[in-house]
């Protein structure tokens, strides 16, 4: 995907003037970030808006004692960074890509000139927010109220549905991911979520192999974000 159409899919800027992705075109740039390198960390402002052409970037939560909680993951045609625009630093959360990824890079004060000048752009943003916002509910519900059996289901269905490709044995998720990453995304240790993905593998709900997820029975693992322990 080019600049231009990514920009012209981003649902920050629908409804805007030509004008304004002109402006946004000539401003961006793409960056080359290799894996486990930063958009930004905790306590940066920074200085960009950024919308993913190819790879994977992690918003996750890191404490002063240096525990990591991985929130969710962006990857082709999502833009995120725009709080930079409150003008504050990143408090809470920082962005790192998983592997080598191509990003463009916005220059947050260009967005906010424009979001000035067309309020358009201020609605959309608002909009997109709000949904974040709720599916963040959505996910601290599931890490308070839900057993990790349902956790661990829940993130291999949303990995399904973002990451997926149809196959004739089933969905398979285009995404190496290790037992580790899938415990850290889940709140759970390496050996219980172990546990619970052989459990799934001995219902024939899903087969592993090399860091890689088929989902042979969808339906059963979308239950099984319903399960109490």
């Not at 260009?110 to 201020?122: E, G, P, S, T």
């Not at 991911?177 to 619970?196: C, F, H, P, W």
């Amino acid at each position: 995907m080019d600049i231009a159409k990514a920009l012209a899919q981003c649902q920050w800027f629908e409804g805007a003037p030509q004008r304004v992705f002109d402006s946004l075109y000539k401003a961006a740039r793409v960056r080359h970030f290799d894996s486990k390198t930063f958009l930004y960390r905790l306590g940066e402002e920074g200085e960009f808006v950024y919308g993913i052409l190819q790879g994977f970037v992690r918003i996750k939560i890191t404490s002063v004692q240096g525990q990591e909680f991985a929130i969710t993951e962006f990857s082709r045609n999502t833009w995120l960074g725009e709080f930079t625009l409150s003008g504050q630093p990143a408090r809470m959360f920082e962005a790192q890509a998983l592997e080598g990824s191509s990003i463009i890079e916005i220059p947050k004060r260009l967005l906010k000139q424009l979001a000035d000048d067309h309020k358009v752009i201020y609605q959309n943003l608002f909009i997109a927010q709000s949904k974040r916002t709720v599916q963040m509910c959505e996910l601290l519900s599931g890490m308070l109220f839900y057993p990790l059996s349902a956790r661990v289901a829940g993130r291999l269905v949303w990995f399904a549905q973002h990451y997926g490709r149809q196959t004739n044995k089933g969905i398979l998720i285009e995404k190496k991911m290790s037992q580790q990453e899938l415990a850290d995304l889940t709140l759970g240790s390496r050996q219980r979520v172990n546990k619970i993905l052989k459990t799934f593998e001995q219902e024939q709900i899903l087969s592993l192999a090399a860091q890689t997820f088929l989902v042979r029975n969808l339906a059963a693992l979308k239950a099984k974000t319903l399960l109490t322990e």
